[in-house]
């Protein structure tokens, strides 16, 4: 059984930064995907951003170039560096595994396997 736990998350002005992590516990597959989702009040999960086991990295296109994933291999951990930080930006934040690569139908909550309990970020304008 594989354990995410998410943490981070805050409450920042508009135009702020926060960095959030995701601590896995070990797993070994020869393929995976790991990602972030995020859902705001009233809305779908969607996929921020992603992070293939061959380090090949995926945005929506709502965060590019503002939110970076990475990924520390030694102590198993994904983080998501989030700046210039807008009011729709607020959300709960979830980081998600499967067993296989990330394509296709990455954006697909359905298609993850693992969970976090998820963290929240509120950005205020």
């Known amino acids: 059984q594989v354990h995410l736990v998410e943490s981070g998350g805050g409450s920042v002005q508009a135009g702020g930064s926060l960095t959030l992590s995701c601590e896995a516990s070990r797993y070994r597959f020869s393929s995976y995907c790991m990602a972030w989702f995020r859902q705001a009040a009233g809305k779908g999960r969607e996929m921020v951003a992603s992070?293939?086991?061959?380090?090949?990295?995926r945005y929506s296109d709502s965060v590019k170039g503002r939110f970076t994933i990475s990924k520390d291999n030694v102590k198993n951990t994904l983080y998501l560096q989030m700046s210039n930080l807008k009011p729709e930006d607020t959300a709960r934040y979830y980081c998600?595994?499967?067993?296989?690569?990330?394509?296709?139908?990455?954006?697909?909550?359905?298609?993850?396997?693992?969970w976090g309990q998820g963290t929240q970020v509120t950005v205020s304008s």
């Open positions: 992070f293939g086991h061959r380090a090949i990295l």
């Open positions: 998600a595994l499967k067993s296989v690569s990330c394509l296709p139908q990455m954006e697909v909550p359905g298609q993850f396997d693992w």
